[in-house]
């Protein structure tokens, strides 16, 4: 059993120190993480990370929104029925 699940063809471009690289995407809940050497680290708001020294440039493969909170998953509002449906009341 693992705490982070993988997004399938969701990758992010992270720098260290003008090196970049591509890595694989995660996420644990609400929050996004790229998957790193030793571990994983959080995405978070204006390009950060909780790696000191990595941040993030490009998320790839995946619907998201930037909030001040980090990255987000884009969440389809549930399509509202062009037609409600009355039930017919008989008297009795």
Do not use: C
Not at 16 to 38: I, P
Request: glycine letters at 10%.
């Amino acid at each position: 059993m693992t705490m982070f699940s993988r997004i399938e063809g969701g990758h992010v471009l992270l720098t260290n120190r003008g090196v970049y690289q591509e890595a694989d995407l995660y996420r644990r809940g609400e929050e996004l993480f790229a998957s790193l050497k030793t571990g994983f680290g959080r995405l978070l708001a204006d390009d950060l990370t909780t790696v000191p020294g990595i941040r993030w440039k490009a998320i790839e493969g995946f619907p998201f929104v930037k909030t001040p909170f980090g990255p987000r998953e884009i969440i389809p509002e549930p399509a509202e029925q062009s037609q409600s449906r009355r039930r017919k009341l008989r008297a009795i």
